[in-house]
């Protein structure tokens, strides 16, 4: 549907509402009206009528014809919600019986039910009701002018403190019209209480008038009812399937308050005299058994909407039941989240952690196919794919949420545009954290299960949602140098010595190789703690965190003198005054590959480590964009600036540094000393996660070096 559409839809509304109230005189009375009840009464006109005796045709209002062909054509983006808005006008009309029957008590409400009922011969489905039924003119008011709606002036009439009396969901001069998404025309047989069956005839052809006629066609309606028979379009005959029908009635309507009975051709077995047989001394006639097929009743919407009763009077059985049915899932969930929200949008929802993956998310953690949460108004399904309900990075949640504020004769397009739904996405955000939190300081083992599958969920979360981001960072887990499970950095800062200032981390492949890294052998000998990750995400999920409980979050594996004490400093500078002709000649020996070399202050035990400078790009990184084909292996392009920013780092302590120094003295341009120089800089690339340009050559070198070691 356009915003064109949408404004004309607003416009021609205003426009006959406008012309329904201040223009038209008020003159005859709906059935509502009682002379008990003056909060009932209410009035429509005439309308423009071109026949008058057995059967009268009546003109739809100026515009009327032109507002209905866009909500026909534009408003609903999916046929199947006929279903859901006629089913949920007999629902209205139930509740309308049941509360003038408890509040006068003239009209009985027992036996409320819908039915729906295909046709195959004749073309037609069937939806029926024994609610309150109407009269000619209630068939004007409701049918004859599409802005009016009989279940809104009926809430107007019962007025504010009584409301919670009555629950109504739709607006019937509106959601009836959705019939002629499948039909060709629709016919209506109605009985109001203590009134006579009347017919109301209106054909796609002829949007612009209807008929209504007295009805002594069809089987009579007992007491009060309505009976909308719809005569389907030719590519309309799917909803003709009684298991397709039960499959809409199931999705949009099965926590509707009444039941609804679909009818269904099922084959039953049935004992008759066999006539083939002769008939047995005794005189017993032998019988067989056949197969017949027989119409029967099936009650569609036997579940129970939980969410609407009280957390106190739920038990854990009953949520893990009622999860298993409407979400078709096998595990049981995590944790559930089941609370009412009051205020400038008031809603139900009932929240589920699955324990396992969605399979729609096992292949893609943000597949399309997903349906995170159930949307319903007034426990009518109106959809469950609403980016704007609940963000990308809680797509994992299963759930309910049910809102009476909320429009349900709109399309998805426009109802993701309502304020109202912006508001519920807030608080379904700030509810969901909360239960997540409350698993992680409640069960430490339901939470380790909940972090392996959906922990990605989480880290998505911080980087993108900056208004979680402060309540989702204490409930991310890492690996640590410290400890043999998950910790968070809570925990993480807990445990920091006194001296420690920073939060440190390195990256690698898994956890041990992370654990390997030379870059860690200073701060392993200051007792320092460090959290281990090797995926991407990991990495900036820290990087957008940058600094937890005021300090400052560093990379062991990037080059910075941050962290290092005065003495350290002055160290490093020193060395690098002492080694600068040994630091240039290796750099020349390397070329672009490197950005220079650098005396470390970081290694103990090992000879040389490459790190990044502050521009760089991790070594896990760079392979998650190469994987991610957003370069190419041999051509960086753009992204070559990044990918060339390795600083590397020796230990001139160490004996292979201290002999590659007595090369670079006495014979700086022998091929001994370069090839040192080789071997030193890809096995200090490896040890630090980067993958080598050729690495069939740095094992041809480690061979031959190898072989002169043996040979002496």
């Known amino acids: 549907m356009t915003c064109f559409d949408v404004v004309i839809v607003l416009v021609l509304l205003v426009a006959v509402v406008t012309n329904a109230f201040m223009n038209i005189p008020f003159t005859n009375t709906r059935l509502m009206k009682s002379n008990n009840n003056p909060l009932l009464a209410s009035t429509v006109t005439d309308p423009q009528v071109t026949s008058a005796t057995t059967g009268e045709t009546y003109s739809f209002e100026s515009n009327v014809a032109r507002v209905m062909d866009i909500i026909i054509n534009s408003l609903y983006s999916n046929k199947d919600v006929f279903i859901r808005e006629l089913v949920s006008n007999a629902a209205d009309a139930c509740d309308k019986k049941r509360y003038i029957s408890l509040t006068e008590g003239n009209v009985p409400s027992e036996n409320l039910k819908i039915r ?67 039909a060709d025309k629709i016919t209506v047989i109605t009985k109001g209480n203590k009134g006579e069956q009347l017919k109301w005839e209106a054909t796609s052809d002829k949007l612009n008038e209807y008929s209504i006629s007295v009805d002594d066609s069809t089987e009579p309606i007992s007491t009060t009812g309505t009976r909308i028979i719809l005569t389907l379009k030719d590519d309309s005959d799917q909803y003709l399937d009684e298991y397709a029908l039960k499959s809409l009635i199931e999705k949009y309507s099965e926590f509707v308050a009444y039941p609804i009975e679909l009818q269904r051709n099922v084959t039953r077995p049935e004992s008759i005299a066999d006539t083939d047989k002769p008939v047995e001394a005794d005189g017993t006639i032998p019988m067989k058994t056949v197969m017949n097929k027989v119409l029967e009743w099936e009650v569609v919407n036997t579940k129970k909407p939980l969410w609407l009763r009280s957390p106190k009077e739920c038990k854990q059985e009953d949520y893990n039941e009622f ?139 911080i980087i993108e949602d900056e208004k979680s981001k402060e309540d989702l960072i204490p409930l991310c887990r890492f690996f640590s140098s410290h400890s043999d499970n998950f910790t968070s950095l809570p925990e993480y800062v807990d445990r920091m010595k006194e001296d420690q200032k920073f939060i440190y981390y390195a990256i690698g492949e898994n956890k041990q190789q992370a654990a390997m890294s030379p870059a860690l052998e200073r701060l392993k000998n200051k007792g320092y703690e460090v959290l281990y990750i090797s995926e991407p995400i990991d990495e900036m999920t820290l990087q957008s965190i940058e600094k937890f409980s005021d300090k400052d979050i560093i990379d062991v594996g990037r080059e910075t003198t941050q962290d290092l004490t005065e003495d350290e400093k002055k160290e490093k500078e020193k060395s690098n005054e002492n080694t600068e002709n040994f630091r240039n000649w290796i750099k020349q020996v390397l070329g672009d590959r490197i950005l220079r070399v650098e005396a470390s202050t970081r290694l103990v035990d090992s000879p040389a480590i490459l790190v990044q400078s502050e521009y760089g790009v991790s070594p896990n990184m760079q392979k998650y964009l190469r994987a991610q084909a957003v370069v190419d292996s041999e051509d960086k392009g753009n992204f070559a600036n990044i990918f060339n920013q390795a600083v590397l780092e020796i230990n001139y302590n160490h004996p292979i540094i201290q002999k590659l120094n007595t090369y670079h003295e006495s014979s700086p341009d022998s091929s001994e000393a370069k090839e040192l120089v080789e071997i030193m800089f890809n096995t200090a690339a490896l040890s630090a996660g980067y993958v080598l340009d050729n690495s069939a050559e740095y094992s041809k070198m480690v061979v031959q070096m190898l072989t002169k070691f043996v040979s002496q």
């Open 116 to 182: 729906v009922y295909p046709n195959r011969e004749a073309n037609t489905l069937t939806i029926e009701d024994t609610g309150i039924g109407m009269n000619k003119e209630d068939l004007i008011q409701n049918l004859g002018r599409i802005a009016e709606s009989g279940t809104k002036r009926f809430m107007e009439n019962v007025g504010k403190n009584k409301k919670d009396d009555v629950n109504l969901i739709g607006q019937f001069g509106v959601g009836f019209y959705s019939g002629f998404l499948v």
């Open 323 to 461: 999860y298993r049915q409407t979400f078709n899932s096998f595990d049981i969930p995590l944790a559930h989240a089941h609370f009412n929200v009051e205020g400038n949008v008031d809603f139900k929802a009932l929240l589920f952690l699955p324990s396992e993956v969605p399979f729609e998310l096992s292949r893609d953690m943000f597949a399309a196919t997903a349906r995170s949460l159930r949307l319903y108004v007034k426990r009518v399904f109106i959809n469950d794919k609403f980016e704007d309900l609940i963000p990308r990075w809680l797509l994992f949640i299963r759930g309910v949420v049910d809102s009476d504020d909320l429009p349900l004769n709109v399309g998805r397009e426009i109802l993701q545009q309502s304020r109202s739904l912006r508001i519920i996405r807030q608080r379904l955000v700030k509810k969901t954290i909360d239960m997540i939190a409350d698993l992680a300081n409640t069960n430490t083992t339901s939470y380790s299960t909940f972090w392996k599958n959906f922990g990605k969920y989480i880290k998505v979360g």
